[in-house]
């Protein structure tokens, strides 16, 4: 028999996938699934007990959450990312990690064939399909879902068929959690006016008293809570644990899909949007404005190829090592009060603080140049604005 490799979550159409492909094509299946911050050890248990009911060889789960940190979340954090200035690209970003474990995992066990449970209509499928042809493209890619236009009432008939009898009623709303963020989606996202009701989001409201927070940042690296030092990814955790409390961090993101549709998501993300802002305030004080505004293009340009699944391309490896060395003074605490369904930031403590105030203060008495110094430089400043003014006078 030939080996495959499924991209096994355990859902509906994963579960399909696992049958069929065992039991109508031949297949050695080997189910696998990429933990990027989602599951917990009980529900990997339960994932694995159905993968092997389903006709499935073996089941590997492979933790990738430090690594899902240090080779992608981390840059989003450096460049500030938030697709459409709203969305810090909780699924998107995982799911190029989860396509690259797959693939390394596939070649491991001299896999034939890899397999994903994608739809055509989608982002997955773009983001999957084109990791495993750039890094394996010996490799032959099934999906079974997209390939037959499967709707999940067929899949389900299919399934009861071969006696596979799961509970597979529709959740109102799905919900894919992970590191940097929880997906929502409902019937409502597949409009453009209605909300998410508060009951869709898995986090509700819990305290109501503000609270201060002090987030230390270590060149762009975000290692302490309050004083208490951490790996970066045990502070996301604490931080979204202690601000999911708040209710904080909910939004719907609109945008533009790989495939040219419009989209429309709603999610949960306190600790992303958190860190996010507060390390952007943190730049503000200790980067330079021509630091800043290159940050800003090429953190947008990072995430948007991201988005699109091109993160193998060697471009991405260039923005990492400028968002990476624009970090070096990147240091200090940044002061954040929670609050229900929104946070503050109250401001920041460097050493590498740019209002230095025994040099001057913005809008006060200067200490580091005179008047006569302040009126020259105004003079030479405004010359491009007067030679245009004086050249274009007969055009007004």
């Known amino acids: 028999?030939?080996?495959?490799?499924?991209?096994?979550?355990?859902?509906?159409?994963?579960?399909?996938?696992?049958?069929?492909?065992?039991?109508?094509?031949?297949?050695?299946?080997?189910?696998?699934?990429?933990n990027t911050g989602g599951f917990s050890s009980d529900e990997i248990q339960a994932i694995e007990q159905k993968a092997l009911q389903l006709g499935a060889t073996s089941y590997t789960s492979i933790d990738a959450v430090e690594s899902f940190y240090s080779q992608v979340v981390k840059y989003l954090i450096y460049g500030n990312v938030l697709r459409n200035n709203t969305y810090p690209l909780s699924v998107s970003a995982e799911r190029i990690v989860q396509a690259i474990e797959i693939v390394k995992h596939a070649k491991k066990i001299g896999a034939d064939a890899i397999a994903h449970g994608s739809t055509g209509a989608g982002n997955d499928q773009v983001r999957f399909d084109m990791i495993f042809q750039i890094i394996a493209p010996e490799i032959e890619i099934i999906t079974p879902i997209r390939d037959n236009q499967l709707s999940r009432e067929a899949e389900i008939q299919y399934l009861q068929s071969q006696g596979i009898d799961y509970s597979w009623e529709k959740a109102k709303y799905s919900i894919n959690r992970g590191l940097w963020g929880t997906s929502v989606g409902g019937d409502e996202t597949l409009t453009s006016h209605s909300a998410l009701p508060e009951s869709a989001y898995p986090s509700q409201l819990e305290k109501?008293?503000?609270?201060?927070?002090?987030?230390?940042?270590?060149?762009?690296?975000?290692?302490?809570?309050?004083?208490?030092?951490?790996?970066?990814?045990?502070?996301?955790?604490?931080?979204?644990?202690?601000?999911?409390?708040?209710?904080?961090?909910?939004?719907?993101?609109?945008?533009?899909?790989?495939?040219?549709?419009?989209?429309?998501v709603g999610f949960e993300a306190a600790a992303p949007l958190i860190i996010v802002k507060a390390h952007h305030l943190l730049e503000k004080h200790t980067l330079s404005k021509w630091q800043q505004y290159q940050k800003e293009q090429l953190g947008n340009f990072y995430g948007m190829l991201l988005h699109e699944g091109n993160y193998l391309d060697e471009v991405m490896r260039n923005i990492e090592a400028f968002l990476t060395d624009t970090q070096k003074n990147v240091s200090g605490d940044v002061f954040v009060t929670l609050h229900p369904y929104r946070f503050e930031l109250d401001g920041i403590a460097s050493p590498h603080d740019l209002m230095n105030a025994s040099f001057g203060s913005y809008g006060e008495m200067n200490k580091g140049w005179t008047a006569d110094d302040a009126k020259g430089f105004i003079k030479i400043l405004s010359n491009p604005g007067k030679i245009a003014n004086h050249v274009n006078q007969k055009n007004k």
């Not at 030939?2 to 080997?30: F, I, P, R």
């Not at 996301?236 to 419009?262: C, F, M, N, P, W």
Request: proline letters at 2%.
């Open 208 to 264: 109501e008293l503000p609270k201060k927070v002090r987030l230390t940042f270590t060149n762009g690296e975000f290692t302490a809570i309050d004083g208490e030092t951490a790996s970066p990814v045990a502070n996301i955790e604490k931080l979204s644990e202690i601000a999911s409390k708040y209710a904080i961090g909910r939004d719907i993101h609109v945008g533009d899909t790989i495939i040219g549709i419009k989209g429309r």
């Open 1 to 34: 028999m030939k080996k495959l490799v499924l991209a096994y979550s355990g859902g509906l159409d994963t579960s399909y996938c696992a049958k069929y492909l065992s039991k109508e094509e031949g297949w050695e299946v080997h189910a696998v699934s990429v």
